[in-house]
Nanobody, 128 residues
Framework: QVQLVEAGGGLVQAAGSLRLSCAASGLTFERYTMAWFRQPPGKGREFVASISASADDVYYGDFVKGRFTISRDNAKNTVYLQMDSLNPEDTAVYYC?????????????????????WGQGTLVNVSS
């Protein structure tokens, strides 16, 4: 059974930083493209960042503007999202996702129902 477990969310002040992690189990992690999505209150889920299985390719949503960094440690079956210069508009539930067939670039555009595995999410709350 595949599990993606996010951690690292919480309350942070504007301009602060957080590091999210997503621990994967039940899959061959190094074969999977990984991604982060988020869902702000009252809005739809949106793409944040993705990283290829080899970590050679990374993509970010337009709103990131150099503030976030996605990375992975295949030895630890974990993907990370370092978030700096946070602002209240970054308040959202952040989800980890995994797919063996999709390329990192495709994760940004494909309908979310086609992505294989999702975590339960972790809440990030940025106060002004």
């Amino acid at each position: 059974q595949v599990q993606l477990v996010e951690a690292g969310g919480g309350l942070v002040q504007a301009a602060g930083s957080l590091r999210l992690s997503c621990a994967a189990s039940g899959l061959t992690f190094e074969r999977y493209t990984m991604a982060w999505f988020r869902q702000p209150p009252g809005k739809g889920r949106e793409f944040v960042a993705s990283i290829s299985a080899s970590a050679d390719d990374v993509y970010y949503g337009d709103f990131v503007k150099g503030r976030f960094t996605i990375s992975r440690d295949n030895a630890k079956n974990t993907v990370y999202l370092q978030m700096d210069s946070l602002n209240p508009e970054d308040t959202a539930v952040y989800y980890c996702a995994a797919d063996q067939a999709l390329a990192a670039q495709t994760m940004e555009y494909i309908q979310h129902r086609y992505i294989e595995h999702w975590g339960q999410g972790t809440l990030v709350n940025v106060s002004s």
